[in-house]
């Protein structure tokens, strides 16, 4: 069994279908990549994985279990944590504030510093502003914590929307550098991304969305070869 299963998921903002019944599955350990343009409801589907948006239709099996209408809350205690786009910081709270934020679920307080102090050392930057408003970070800086919120909530599967989004080339490859970190840590990963080479490149497998359905699958160095993919996606 997948450690998430989407089964034609269908989604409406009205009247208007955002996903047309998608079906795809995610193993453990692996970096799964959702890539297509902008308005393929790749964000529509991660929103409505994590609990953000509501199912109109279909199943979203996680763990065996059906999550499609259990509230965001507690699909985050199920071991499930999203890196929004956008950031989406405390911009008036410290950084150790906003990390704090993303152990709500968790009690253990030993465990929650073990956690904080690998976010510290996994991102340095984030220790060192460790008392700075984070809406006093740059970019590249805002993105990190955000991914460190996430992690502090110790999740089996993280779910990452648009990571790269704003960034310079070599902060881009600094983000994708620590996605990689994150998977060789043992966190499975799905991965929403425009910048589909960088996202290909570092996939086990990947599925492209095409207006609210998917038009291809595959192993995900197989799409980044793909000609069709290349001359839509990769500006080939």
Known sequence: MALLEVSDLKVYYGVIQALKGISFKVEKGEIVALIGANGAGKTTTLHTIAGLLKAGSGS??????????????????????????????????????????????????????????QIYDRFPRLSERQNQLAGTLSGGEQQMLAMGRALMSHPDIILMDEPSMGLSPLLVNEIFDI??????????????????????????????????????????????HNEAVRKAYLGE
């Open 60 to 117: 979203i099996i996680y763990k065996d279990k059906d999550i499609s209408k259990i509230p965001g809350h507690e699909i985050v205690s199920m071991g499930m944590a999203q890196v929004p786009e956008g950031r989406r910081v405390f911009a008036d709270m410290t950084v150790a504030q906003n990390l704090a934020l993303g152990a709500f679920t968790r009690t253990d307080k030993k465990e929650i510093a073990d956690t904080l102090a």
């Open 179 to 224: 996605i990689e970190s994150v998977h060789k840590d043992g966190t499975t990963v799905l991965l929403v991304e425009q910048n589909a080479k960088k996202a290909l490149s570092i996939a086990d497998r990947a599925y492209v969305l095409e207006t609210g359905s998917i038009s291809m699958e595959g192993k995900a160095s197989d799409l980044l």
